[in-house]
């Protein structure tokens, strides 16, 4: 198993850009310790970036062991590898598969520059040695609160995107217990794109209480509560089946 501080946390804003300095490092460990496996690793990244879930990033993927390990490490992961390599990008794809996790987790060919997401959208970037990625890059597509983790002088280093100052919370019902239902974000507006979705797709009836009654939201999470029972007409035969959805 890795020696406990193998991984070093640093949770300060200017701490990030000394994290996304990422020129050609040494894979070599300190000392003579053995190197762990790509199991060993994804669960030491896991435990010390503490995300619980979402979209994992693993820049540089190579041969895909770790890419599939973190993938492993958890259903609640959506894990995407990018390689500049055609060779190792098809390696990668042959081992995931073989390993029956391609399709939650996968391998795409990358261009070296420019990173496919949305802004704001991703948990976790992992970013293997010898990668060099602009660090605005990095930032951009990191959700507030989101982590990178970069390997340097044979140790994982990570850093924190911190929660901007303009987005608000909406911890109540009605906004904050003070019940005025007004934030005080400065980004909400009319929706500019769809950034994710997920289901039911559709609410039991519309002659009733719709199945989604309230959401919350703090520090990045959705809390709501939803009617999942069968949809139709109101009917003793036809329960409802309420459900709290994090």
């Known amino acids: 198993m890795m020696k406990p501080g193998r991984i070093r946390r ?3 804003a200017s701490g990030i850009v000394a994290a996304l300095a990422f020129a050609v490092v040494s894979g070599s460990l300190v000392g003579a310790e053995q190197e762990p496996s790509p199991e060993e690793m994804a669960l030491e990244i896991i435990e010390e970036t503490q995300v619980r879930g979402g979209l994992i990033v693993h820049v540089g993927s190579g041969d895909g062991r770790l890419t599939a390990a973190l993938g492993a490490a958890g259903s609640s992961y959506l894990v995407q590898g990018l390689d500049t390599d055609p060779l190792r990008v098809a390696a990668a ?3 995931i598969g073989a390993q029956g996790q391609y399709g939650r987790v996968c391998v795409t060919l990358w ?3 420019t ?3 949305a802004d704001g959208l991703v948990n976790l970037v992992l970013v293997s040695p010898r990668q060099t990625i602009p660090k605005s890059e990095v930032l951009r597509v990191l959700a507030p609160g989101g982590a990178v983790c970069a390997k340097r002088d044979g140790r994982w280093t990570v850093r ?3 929660w901007p100052e303009d987005i608000d919370q909406w911890t109540h019902y009605l906004c904050h ?3 005025n239902a007004v934030a005080r974000d400065q980004r909400v507006g009319p ?6 979705t997920c289901g039911p797709q559709w609410s039991r009836s519309h002659e009733f209480n719709s199945s989604l009654v309230a959401m919350v939201s703090a520090g990045g999470r959705l809390f709501y509560i939803f009617d ?3 949809t139709g007409v109101t009917t003793p035969s036809l329960p409802e089946r309420w459900t709290l959805v994090a």
């Open 10 to 12: 640093h949770w300060s």
């Open 93 to 95: 794809r042959a081992w």
């Open 111 to 113: 261009d070296g520059k």
């Open 115 to 117: 990173l496919p997401y």
């Open 160 to 162: 924190r995107k911190p």
């Open 177 to 179: 217990a003070s019940n």
């Open 191 to 196: 929706p500019r794109r769809l950034q994710w």
């Open 228 to 230: 999942e029972g069968l």
